[in-house]
Structures are given as C-alpha cells and as structure tokens.
C-alpha cells in the first residue's frame, strides 16, 4: 500500500545573504505550489526514483537530481532505527508551466524523503522533527551551506521569520552525530508571522537559472576580506527583513511595499559591493514595473537570476501589476499556503 505526499515551494520574501549569519532574519513563505511523491514499503531496501527524468537510486553512485532526497532518506533511516525499508517515487519537480524558478526543490525533496522513509517505518515524525533532519540533510549536502529557511518554508508552509542557529562546523560533524541528536537540535528559530488578508503574490519569471553557489562563495568572499562592508550590506538587509515584518504584521500596505523596494536595494548593493549581479538588469526591470504599478519586488533567494517576487494588497493592485509585467515576463500568481 502506497502513501502519497506532499511538500510545499518557498519564496524568499527578505533577508537574502544575511541570513547566512547567525541571527539574521530572513523572511520566507511556503506557497500553494507542491512537490509530490508516492511512497511504500519495500522489503529490499532503500529505492528512491525521480519520475521526470526517469533517474533511480538503489545504491552505489547517486544521481545529481537525487541526491538531497537520498542523503535526507539515509539520514531518516538512522533516526528511524535502521536501514530505510522505502521505495520512493518522486512524481514531479517544482516547475511552473515547465519553468524551474528557484523555488526550493531540493529543500522540498529533503522534506518528503525524511517524510517518507518515517512514514514507510511507521515511526511518527513531529515538525520539528522533520525539519531538524532535513536541515541537517540538506545543509551537509550543500557542504555545510545554506540558512535552512527554505526547508522550514517547505515543511511547514505559512509566512515565517527564521534565523538560523546552525550549531555544526561541517557536514562530517553533522553526519557523525546521532541521529536523535540532530532530530532534537533545532537548528532554526521559527516564528510564524501574520500577514494581511488583502496580501497578494506575484512571481516574474527572469528568463536565467541563478548561480547561487557562486553567488554565496561571492558574498562569503567579501565577508571575508572586506567585514565591515559585509556587515553594512548585511544590515541593510536584515533592516528591510524586520520593517517587512513589522510592516505585514499591523497590516500597514504602503510599509511593506517600502520595505520590499528598500530591500532590493540592498541586495544590489551587496551585489555591487561583492562584484556579482545579485539584481540583474532583467530583475530591476521586473521591479521597477511592479512599482510603477503600485506594487513592489525583490529577487527571491540569492538573485542573480531565477524569479522576481513581487507583493500587491488587494486584487486591483495585483492586477495593475499583473498586466504591466506580463508583456516581459511570464508571470505566475502564488499564495502563502
């Protein structure tokens, strides 16, 4: 008997490269948009396929559009009290209308391999739990990278504020400990945020795959040689993070738009500062119609690429931006979910 599952995609809404530093916020929303995978229990072993490139695993060498799915299954093998007893069918990927646009698949297949292997065990899993172990996955995966912002956006859904508290040095750490140690961890610090009724979501697709690994070494880069720099952009950043918030929380429209426009523009001075296209000319153009329609947008994630997301309160001002960005870029209506 089969079980099918679900996680959710992510939108970064603020916070971007600040994040990475312990105790910055970041803002990131879990949106109506899955990826699904069906799972059973199989007596050979540990089986995990990829349906839309047809790629499987079983062991040995592991194919690059599995491998955060097979580290977050062994991973949850051990926590589960043994060698995982799965077989694993991803049945999707997080595309929009065939489009790939950053919007966290791999976090979200960390999320649903850990699901599945407890669910084929039938050891019952908490949230908590569940994002332990996947940050923990995907974080080693990513050799010790990466905020975990996404894989609490993906497993919990909803808009959150998450500040990582990463405690481990590398992914040979990490790896090593017990497995019921790093599920009780808590790696990040999560709060749910409220946000207004009328808050409505857009997502401009910027027509190039970003490079967020050489985005982050960049930024990693500048950090290093250049610290207060770093922390000047870096607070920037994290300012335009806590005004959204406070912003979506009393429901005050014309803030948050501010704080989103305030934000983009510290990511590009991060960029600038950095040396790399953190908003790209596609990207600025993208924001610039969004406010010039009463709306406002930002990179989602690292930048460089992938999509704009662009927020609007209420559906005449999601319109106005609709229509004024949909003869450039496709564009796709989310919902925090």
């Known amino acids: 008997m089969s079980e099918r599952l679900a996680a959710r995609a992510k939108v970064f ?33 540990l089986q995990i396929v990829h349906g839309p ?50 919007l966290g698949g791999s976090a979200a297949a960390s999320v649903l ?40 956006a993906s497993a919990l859904g909803g808009v959150l504020e998450v500040r990582s508290r990463i405690p481990w040095r590398s992914a040979e750490e990490v790896m090593a400990m017990p497995p019921e140690q790093i599920a009780s961890s808590r790696p990040l610090q999560i709060v749910q945020v409220r946000t ?18 050489e985005l982050v070494r960049a930024v990693r880069e500048l950090a290093r040689t250049r610290p207060q720099v770093w922390s000047a952009r870096a607070s920037e950043i994290s300012a335009a993070c806590e005004a959204l918030r406070a912003a979506l929380e009393t429901f005050a429209a014309p803030s948050a738009l501010a704080a989103v426009r305030a934000g983009a523009a510290a990511m590009d001075a991060l960029g600038e500062a950095a040396g790399v296209p953190i908003l790209t000319p596609a990207l600025a153009r993208a924001c610039a119609l969004a406010s010039a329609a009463g709306a406002a947008g930002k990179p989602s994630g690292a930048g460089g690429g ?32």
């Open 196 to 213: 207004p009724p009328d808050l409505r979501m857009l997502l401009a697709d910027a027509g190039a795959p970003a490079d967020t690994r």
């Open 53 to 102: 490139s047809g790629a499987s695993w079983r062991g040995g060498a592991v194919p690059d559009q599995l491998r955060f799915a097979v580290r977050a299954a062994q991973l949850a093998g051990r926590f589960c009290g043994g060698t995982p007893a799965a077989h694993i069918v991803f049945e999707d990927d997080l595309a929009i209308a065939g489009r790939k646009l950053g």
């Open 306 to 337: 992938d999509c704009a997301v662009i927020l609007a309160f209420g559906d005449e001002a999601r319109d106005r931006a609709e229509a004024a960005l949909r003869p450039h870029f496709p564009v796709f209506r989310v919902t925090p979910a």
């Open 113 to 152: 391999a850990v699901r599945a292997v407890c669910a084929a065990s039938g050891r019952a899993v908490t949230d908590d739990e569940v994002v332990s172990l996947a940050v923990a996955a995907h974080w080693a995966e990513q050799a010790g990278s990466g905020s975990g912002g996404d894989v609490a």
């Open 13 to 45: 809404l603020a916070g971007e490269h600040a994040v990475l530093e312990p105790g910055r916020p970041a803002l990131v929303a879990g949106i109506d948009r899955e990826l699904h995978a069906r799972v059973s229990r199989s007596e050979g072993g």
